[in-house]
C-alpha cells in the first residue's frame, strides 16, 4: 500500500514540475522577487555610499568599523532576475517547448545556464549593444563575482573585456551605481513580455 501511495505521490510531483516549469506566471513572479530583492541591496549599498563618505569626513583619518560591501550581491540578484525573466520567456515559446519534450539536449544545455545572452536569443529576444553588453557583465556576478572575490580560474579574473561605456579596460568584476539603472531599465523593457501578477486580498477586515 505504501509503495502505491509512494507511486501515486511521485507521479503527482511530476505533474506539478511539468506543469510549474512552463507556466510564464510561475517565472514572473520568481523574477519579481529577485528585482525586489535586488533594489533594495542596491538601494542600501547606495545608501552605505553616502554613510562611508559622511563616516570619513567625521572621523578625521581615524580608524571606523567596516561596512560589508553588498553591491555586488547586488549585481547578483540582478543577474539572476533577469535570467529567470527570459527563461520564462523562452518556454512561453512552442518550439522552446517542444525541444525540452523531445529532450533536446542543446537547448537544455542554453536554457539551463547562467549565459544572459544566449537564453535571450533562444527566446527570440533582439537585445541592443548596450543591452548586450549589460548581459555580459551580469553573467560574470551571477557565475562567480556577486558570491566570491575570486573565480574558479585564475584567466577569469583578466581584466580583458573594455567597457562599452567608458571605453577603459576593467576587471571583470568591475560596478557602478549606474549599472543598477541599466538592470532596471532592461527590465522594464522586458518584463511586459510576461504575465503581470494579479493583486491579491489580504484578507484583513475593515468593518470596524
Known sequence: MFDEEKEDSQEYWRLQFDLLKVDPRVWAADSDSLMRSFNLLAEQHTRDLGDNIRRAVQSAGAPVPRIPE???NAMMLGALAMEV??????LS?????ESLARE????AKRLWSHHLSDISALAGLELTGDELAICRQLEIFATWAGRYSTPKWAKDMEPLRRSPWTGVTT????YSNVDFVRIRNLNARYRPLLPKMPDVRLGLSSGR
Open 85 to 90: 525573466l527570459f527563461k520564462g520567456i523562452a
Open 171 to 174: 576587471p571583470p568584476n568591475m
Open 70 to 72: 553588498i553591491g555586488a
Open 93 to 97: 515559446q512552442r518550439e522552446v517547448q
Open 104 to 107: 533536446d539536449k542543446a537547448v
